[in-house]
């Protein structure tokens, strides 16, 4: 054995948010039933925007001292959630676990990530739909919105009944 541990993974979920373009104003938000079927397509367009840069999100990394030294590698990518929910995930390696401040300083670059870092653009990517163009986004700036690991999600939901998201 060589003494290395293996990476401990984290994974955090957040909303996925659907913006259909038929054309005319307004753009609407569109409902997780609407979304879903077009998993794949999004879970495409993440991985190639992704894959732009060097491959790892984690790289960007410049906040805590003691995540940078901890953080091994960060994947964006989508989970189906039952009931037919698409969230967005980003599964992240670690050399150690985090401590509560570490991890709140990750679930805030992750947000960042998501709303005005590598993942901002994403709207400027739709996917093709027989009502038009559907534009995500892995950030918005509702009060709904969250960053969350799996344990907490799971407890949204079920103080929730449900994920509350998407309008049409």
């Not at 997780?32 to 991985?47: A, G, K």
């Not at 989508?78 to 037919?84: F, L, Q, R």
């Not at 986004?137 to 079920?158: G, M, Q, T």
Request: net charge negative.
């Amino acid at each position: 054995m060589n003494g290395q541990t293996a990476p401990i993974t984290m994974d955090l979920f957040f909303p996925i948010t659907g913006y259909l373009d038929d054309g005319e104003e307004p753009v609407y938000e569109a409902s997780d039933n609407f979304v879903f079927p077009y998993r794949c397509e999004i879970s495409d367009i993440i991985q190639e925007h992704q894959e732009r840069g060097d491959g790892d999100i984690a790289s960007y990394y410049r906040g805590n001292a003691g995540v940078k030294a901890k953080l091994l590698h960060a994947e964006w990518g989508v989970e189906e959630y039952p009931g037919d929910i698409l969230l967005g995930k980003v599964q992240i390696e670690l050399r150690e676990e985090l401590t509560e401040k570490e991890k709140a300083d990750l679930i805030d670059w992750v947000r960042g990530q998501n709303s005005d870092g590598a993942f901002e653009c994403l709207d400027e990517l739709p996917i093709e739909t027989g009502y038009g163009g559907l534009a995500i986004s892995l950030w918005n700036d509702s009060d709904d919105y969250f960053v969350c690991d799996r344990e907490e999600l799971d407890e949204y939901i079920s103080q929730h009944n449900s994920i509350q998201m998407g309008g049409m």
